[in-house]
């Protein structure tokens, strides 16, 4: 139980386009969705953190209109990254926070979504 | 502001050979402290956290907040312990984990 699927897995796109990136909690609910960025050999940064029903929350030097999310349902969040350029190409993982076996909540994560702006 | 240190990028150990992986933080509050693991092509899973005080693959990690670590333990390495760890922090209730840097552990046979 507790996964979460992102879709596509990769993605090339134009600079100046616009990208949509999915992520599904598959046999669960998740109010609670995150999104983090991670550069090739560095850590996980978390971008913004996606409540089902409300805005995004993003973190200090994010741009919410750059990196628009959308959690339209329980099991669906969007992370749609506007007039790409080369330096948004990055790994983005999802997480769905949910409640685990011991009764306590923790991140279930993606695979990711590798994204490539020519 | 919260942070997670983890010294070591690298970390190479032979098989049988003790391994401990160093994490530091810094926060003001109470903090939950977990261990993800990332093996080769494959997505970050959770491999133990401080409140469950279990041991998960031969792994145990205790939080000492007088130092403020949470480093990870293993008395005899694996070869399938090769992977990339990562600590991580959050405020409460596994809310906006803060990441450290990560170490790559390589168990040489």
């Known amino acids: 139980g507790a996964v979460v699927s992102q879709h596509p897995s990769w993605v090339i796109c134009k600079s100046g386009t616009s990208v949509k990136i999915e992520c599904r909690s598959l046999?669960?609910?998740?109010?609670?969705m995150f999104w983090y960025r991670q550069f090739p050999k560095q850590s996980l940064m978390l971008m913004a953190t996606s409540n089902e029903g409300s805005k995004a929350t993003y973190e200090q030097g994010v741009e919410k209109d750059k990196f628009l999310i959308n959690h339209a349902s329980l099991t669906l969040s969007t992370l749609t990254v506007t007039s790409a350029h080369p330096e948004d190409s990055s790994f983005y993982i999802c997480s769905a926070r949910a409640e685990g076996l011991a009764g306590v909540y923790e991140q279930y994560f993606g695979p990711g979504t590798r994204l490539t702006v020519t | 502001a919260q942070r997670v240190t983890q010294p070591e990028k690298l970390l190479s150990v032979f098989k049988g050979a003790p391994v401990e992986l160093k994490c530091n933080y810094s926060y003001s509050g109470s903090p939950e402290l977990f261990w993800y693991v990332q093996y080769s092509r494959q997505r970050l899973q959770l491999l133990l956290r401080?409140?469950s005080r279990e041991s998960i693959k031969g792994f145990t990690a205790d939080l000492n907040k007088g130092e403020t670590s949470f480093h990870l333990k293993k008395p005899f390495a694996q070869e399938e312990d090769s992977a990339m760890y990562y600590c991580a922090l959050s405020t409460w209730g596994a809310q906006k984990l803060v990441f450290g840097q990560g170490t790559r552990l390589t168990i040489n046979p």
């Open positions: 401080h409140i």
């Open positions: 046999d669960f609910q998740a109010t609670t």
